[in-house]
Nanobody, 125 residues
């Protein structure tokens, strides 16, 4: 089992920045692909970004390319999502997810085996 805890959400004006963090605990000696998803009110969950277990590969949704950057620090068992040039359309609950290496959920943008509880991001216009 892997436990994921997100932090860093909040309220920001359009054009502003936030950095989300996701700390993993539990069976973290195993290697995991990790990623971020979001869900806005009344909408389906949406893939945002993913990163391979060693950080060599990243995957971004078209809607956030050039604005959001995913990264990871395996020494701290933590991934990050740097969000710049935020727009009101980015308002959502952001969830961290993890998949064992070899699983395709995050790479394909469909989901992960493990999930955090989510952190709210609100962008005001």
């Amino acid at each position: 089992q892997v436990q994921l805890v997100e932090s860093g959400g909040g309220l920001v004006q359009a054009g502003g920045s936030l950095r989300l963090s996701c700390a993993a605990s539990g069976r973290t000696r195993s290697t995991y692909t990790m990623g971020w998803f979001r869900q806005a009110p009344g909408k389906e969950p949406e893939f945002v970004a993913g990163i391979s277990w060693n950080g060599d590969s990243t995957y971004d949704a078209d809607s956030v390319k050039g604005r959001f950057t995913i990264s990871r620090d395996n020494a701290k068992n933590t991934i990050y999502l740097q969000m710049n040039s935020l727009e009101p359309e980015d308002t959502a609950v952001y969830y961290c997810a993890a998949d064992p290496v070899g699983a395709r959920g995050i790479v394909d943008g469909t989901g992960g085996r493990y999930w955090g509880q989510g952190t709210q991001v609100t962008v005001s216009s």
